[in-house]
């Protein structure tokens, strides 16, 4: 069983910068790609980027990109999330995500998920 544990979420300006991380422990960590959702208020969850375990491949949705990235370091289990320039429209819970196959940014495509981190945008 996988267990996932975000971290770092917290208060922010508008135009500042936050990290992230996760952490995964459990039975031999090997998932093919993690991933990074968040959900705002009122909002459905939506894909925030993923990177690929083995090759540190990253893939970002279109409101993040050239503002987040994702890194992973494979010998602690982990995976952050580095956000900068943050908007108002970014405060969410974030959320990551393990995945087990090799494509797609749906919530289906990722079997285990930690309980959400929360980051405050304010103006």
């Known amino acids: 069983q996988v267990q996932l544990v975000e971290s770092g979420g917290g208060l922010v300006q508008a135009g500042g910068s936050l990290r992230l991380s996760c952490e995964a422990s459990?039975?031999?960590?090997?998932?093919?790609?993690m991933a990074w959702f968040r959900q705002a208020p009122g909002k459905e969850r939506e894909f925030v980027g993923f990177i690929s375990w083995s090759g540190g491949v990253t893939y970002y949705a279109d409101s993040v990109k050239g503002r987040f990235i994702i890194s992973r370091d494979n010998a602690k289990n982990a995976v952050y999330l580095q956000m900068n320039s943050l908007k108002l429209e970014d405060t969410a819970v974030y959320y990551c995500?393990?995945?087990?196959?090799?494509?797609?940014?749906?919530?289906?495509?990722?079997?285990?998920w930690g309980q959400g981190t929360q980051v405050t945008v304010s103006s």
């Open positions: 995500a393990a995945g087990w196959i090799v494509s797609g940014t749906r919530q289906s495509d990722f079997g285990s």
């Open positions: 459990g039975r031999t960590f090997s998932p093919r790609r």
